[in-house]
């Protein structure tokens, strides 16, 4: 976007303090398809027209009132950032991830994007690696495989630029000559020495920095957990390295799980403390250390499942020990509650599980 006032309007939208994603969107949308206006008629309004026109409460018109004393500002930023070599892609932009937008939908999508370098990389086949920041010398050495085979296959590699996993991706996609595409847990004005460093990689097109937050924030751990949901969004497939029972790797999992996403999950060794195997009970497919779908893996940690529910009902604690997977019960609870062939009924403050086919016959012995 090249026009500094328009990118002073979708900034002061974008960057309305507390609203939902969705309804900046569909104000957006209110504005420019629905009453087609531009966004200068609109901020030309005052409040009690914003509430009247825009079905807004006396809140949101307030913000609006507030934005609108923000342009000045957003007009320098926006010159500040152009001048700088960053574009500003919106929403409706040609430029725009197709692949952004159509697994985060309306919803999630957010209005602006800010990057710098190739932006053709948004519309190539993407691939998100993800894993624990601490992860273990067998995770990373998948990382690594399955990195360089995405460089091999022109498959661009989105990181979110963490500590473990994501930054082994980053490394080792670029040291093939491979694509990524940074995702940033802060504004893209805070990256400076990120920049330094990866100065050549983002002018030979191998790399794209993006941010879709405001430009001068700095790093926090709740950008970086908001980060997660665009790492996600931009990848047409996932790769789980390594996860824990809790954090990011493991809410974007179930969140893309329960979304339909394609996600391949590292089948653990024996000796290995996590929660992969309990993400694959969970729908998402198992891969060898070579990427390789494993499926009869997939089919027999269900089929186990079953047999053992097969007579009657058990808790998650005989559950455990009957699948001999090394994974927190409390965590398998959770996930079997999520299964669509499992129901769960309290007893005396405890859950039990059992199959919805044979119903009527287990709960005879539940009774």
């Known amino acids: 976007m090249e026009n500094l006032q328009d990118s ?3 900034m002061a939208l974008a960057h309305l303090p507390r609203w939902r994603t969705e309804r900046i969107n569909r104000l957006i949308i209110d504005i420019l398809q629905e009453k087609k206006m531009t966004f200068a008629d609109f901020f030309s309004f005052d ?14 018109a307030e913000d609006l009132e507030n934005a609108k004393k923000e342009l000045p ?11 700088q070599g960053y574009n500003i892609i919106t929403i409706d932009s040609e430029d725009y991830s197709p692949t952004l937008k159509a697994n985060l939908k ?14 053709q990389l948004l519309k190539e086949e993407t691939v998100a690696i993800v894993g624990s920041r601490n992860a273990s010398d067998i995770s990373l050495l998948f990382t690594k495989t399955i990195a ?3 460089a ?34 802060q504004g893209i004005m805070t990256f400076s020495s990120g920049f330094r460093k990866y100065y050549s990689q983002i002018v030979q097109g191998d790399v794209l920095v993006l941010s879709t937050f405001h430009p001068k924030v700095p790093w926090s751990a709740g950008l970086a957990m908001s980060r997660n949901v ?19 790797t493991w809410s974007g999992v179930l969140d893309g799980l329960k979304k339909g996403r394609n996600i391949y999950v590292r089948k653990p060794k024996p000796d290995e403390n996590i929660a992969n195997e309990l993400l694959i009970l969970a729908g998402a497919k198992p891969v060898d250390s070579e990427g390789n779908v494993l499926t009869e893996e997939s089919s027999y940690l269900q089929t186990r499942l079953k047999e053992i529910l097969s007579s009657k009902l058990l808790s998650g604690e005989e559950i455990l020990e009957k699948l001999q997977i090394r994974i927190e019960q409390t965590n398998l609870s959770k996930i079997l509650s999520g299964l669509d062939y499992i129901e769960r009924k309290k007893k005396n403050r405890k859950n039990y599980f059992y199959l919805k086919e044979g119903k009527e016959s287990q709960m005879e012995l539940f009774e």
């Open 8 to 10: 002073s309007y979708w």
């Open 106 to 119: 309306l919803k999630f999508s957010p209005s602006l994007l800010y990057v710098k370098g190739n932006k």
């Open 73 to 83: 500002n957003y007009s320098f930023l926006a010159e500040s950032l152009i001048n």
């Open 230 to 248: 665009y790492i996600y969004g931009l990848a047409k497939t996932i790769y789980v390295a390594e996860s824990d029972s809790k954090g990011g």
């Open 152 to 185: 091999k296959d022109y498959k661009v590699v989105v990181s979110g630029f963490a500590k473990g996993v994501d930054k082994k991706a980053l490394d080792e996609t670029l040291a093939v000559a491979g694509h990524s595409i940074i995702v940033l847990p």
């Open 148 to 150: 360089q085979k995405c």
């Open 47 to 60: 409040k009690n027209d914003l509430q009247n026109e825009f079905d807004l409460n006396s809140k949101e």
